[in-house]
């Protein structure tokens, strides 16, 4: 029998690669180039399986009907850039790669929060451009995080892994969002309240940190309207998908003082990020950092890989989600 003809579509972990390369007849990108949409639409007629990432999007012009493809094996938790009706249409199934990334996106929420808290990204351009010369009593004061209060929007892994910090870190009061109810245990483990919506959580919190899902459904979550909901105090952390977030009314807000700070490490049109955004002293900017380790980056690799197996070997895969 020859072996599964397989893309993956970005340079992965030397050690993830060894692995394909033994099992597969697989395809790898050591330049590390992004696919144009037309190499997607060509790959999709002559692999058996793609390994993509967020940098590949998977749409309907993409995955059609009658092609070779039969299954994406998505490197990372979020998977809105592949249309998944559009597979389940094609029958093709996919997968992506949860939990072994939550411990690392909670880690760079957290470490935004406290940036924009403390004002770290503003202290470390004043002290690099020259500008400290000393101690002063009122110097890039901040808002202490310890006790305040954090709104969380998604309850899932990511989500319960930023309650973790908040409360047995830093001692905040966690407030919940969740389109489901949360078991009353589950809140527990966080000294967490569940709200009734959304609405009612914006104006309760210091610090929003989202941790939802992105994708139609959840495109602009956070709108003007929303915004407006928040204390003027609050600072909005977005670690989920830039979609979540109306950016151009996130800069309006900053600038007009009606919120406090933001902390991103995902965009609208990543790679851009706005001019408005990038003038802001209030905003703690990243470069889509979440998973970003060696340890995640390996464990996402291989959990791809896991799924990819499974399904090769006529088992179901254990992160399917179509
Ligand atoms: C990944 C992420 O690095 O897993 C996710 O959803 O946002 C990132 O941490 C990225 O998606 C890789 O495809």
Same mark, same amino acid.
């Given at each position: 029998?020859?072996?599964?003809?397989? !893309?993956?579509? /970005?340079?992965?972990?030397?050690?993830?690669?060894? /692995?394909?390369?033994?099992?597969?007849?697989?395809?790898?990108?050591?330049?590390?180039?992004?696919?144009?949409?037309?190499? !997607?639409?060509?790959?999709?007629? #002559?692999?058996? %399986?793609?390994?993509?990432?967020? $940098?590949? /999007?998977?749409?309907?012009?993409?995955?059609?009907? +009658?092609?070779?493809?039969?299954?994406?094996?998505?490197?990372?938790?979020?998977?809105?850039?592949?249309?998944?009706?559009?597979?389940?249409?094609?029958?093709?199934?996919?997968?992506?790669?949860?939990?072994?990334?939550?411990?690392?996106?909670?880690?760079?929420?957290?470490?935004?929060?406290?940036?924009?808290?403390?004002? %770290? +990204?503003?202290? #470390?351009?004043?002290?690099?451009?020259? !500008?400290?010369?000393?101690?002063?009593?009122?110097?890039?004061?901040?808002?202490?995080?310890?006790?305040?209060?954090?709104?969380?929007?998604?309850?899932?892994?990511?989500?319960? %892994?930023?309650?973790?910090?908040?409360?047995?870190?830093?001692?905040?009061?966690?407030?919940?969002?969740?389109?489901?109810?949360?078991?009353?245990?589950?809140?527990?483990?966080?000294?967490?309240?569940?709200?009734?919506?959304?609405? #009612?959580?914006?104006?309760?919190?210091?610090?929003?940190?989202?941790?939802?899902? +992105?994708?139609?459904?959840?495109?602009?979550?956070?709108?003007? /309207?929303?915004? %407006?909901?928040?204390?003027?105090?609050?600072?909005?952390?977005?670690?989920?998908?830039? #979609?979540?977030?109306?950016?151009?009314? !996130?800069?309006?807000?900053?600038?007009?003082?009606?919120?406090?700070?933001?902390?991103?490490?995902?965009?609208?049109?990543?790679?851009?990020? $706005?001019?408005?955004?990038? +003038?802001?002293?209030?905003?703690?900017?990243?470069?889509?950092?979440?998973?970003?380790?060696?340890? $995640?980056?390996?464990?996402?690799?291989?959990?791809?890989?896991?799924?990819?197996?499974?399904?090769?070997?006529?088992?179901?895969?254990?992160?399917?989600?179509?």
């Amino acid at each position: 029998m020859p072996k599964p003809k397989v !893309l993956v579509t /970005r340079a992965w972990p030397e050690a993830v690669e060894a /692995r394909l390369k033994a099992n597969y007849d697989v395809t790898l990108n050591p330049e590390d180039v992004i696919h144009s949409a037309s190499d !997607l639409r060509a790959a999709a007629g #002559e692999y058996d %399986a793609i390994l993509p990432t967020v $940098t590949d /999007r998977l749409g309907a012009d993409v995955i059609q009907p +009658g092609g070779r493809l039969r299954f994406i094996g998505n490197c990372g938790v979020g998977y809105s850039h592949i249309d998944v009706a559009a597979a389940k249409a094609a029958g093709i199934v996919v997968s992506n790669t949860p939990d072994v990334l939550s411990d690392c996106t909670a880690d760079i929420a957290m470490t935004l929060l406290l940036m924009v808290a403390r004002r %770290a +990204g503003e202290g #470390e351009r004043f002290l690099r451009a020259g !500008l400290w010369e000393g101690w002063r009593p009122g110097q890039l004061i901040g808002r202490k995080v310890s006790g305040a209060t954090i709104g969380i929007v998604g309850f899932g892994r990511i989500g319960q %892994a930023m309650a973790a910090r908040a409360r047995h870190g830093f001692g905040m009061k966690v407030l919940v969002q969740n389109r489901s109810p949360i078991a009353p245990e589950v809140l527990a483990a966080y000294g967490a309240r569940q709200v009734a919506s959304l609405d #009612e959580l914006l104006p309760e919190v210091d610090f929003l940190s989202l941790h939802c899902p +992105g994708g139609a459904a959840n495109r602009h979550l956070i709108d003007a /309207r929303r915004l %407006a909901l928040m204390r003027p105090d609050a600072f909005l952390i977005n670690t989920a998908r830039g #979609e979540v977030v109306d950016e151009a009314a !996130l800069a309006e807000a900053l600038a007009a003082g009606r919120l406090a700070g933001a902390g991103l490490d995902v965009y609208e049109e990543e790679p851009k990020v $706005t001019a408005a955004l990038m +003038g802001m002293e209030n905003a703690a900017l990243l470069p889509h950092l979440g998973s970003a380790t060696r340890e $995640t980056r390996d464990a996402m690799g291989h959990r791809a890989v896991d799924n990819l197996d499974a399904f090769f070997a006529g088992r179901e895969p254990p992160d399917r989600v179509a």
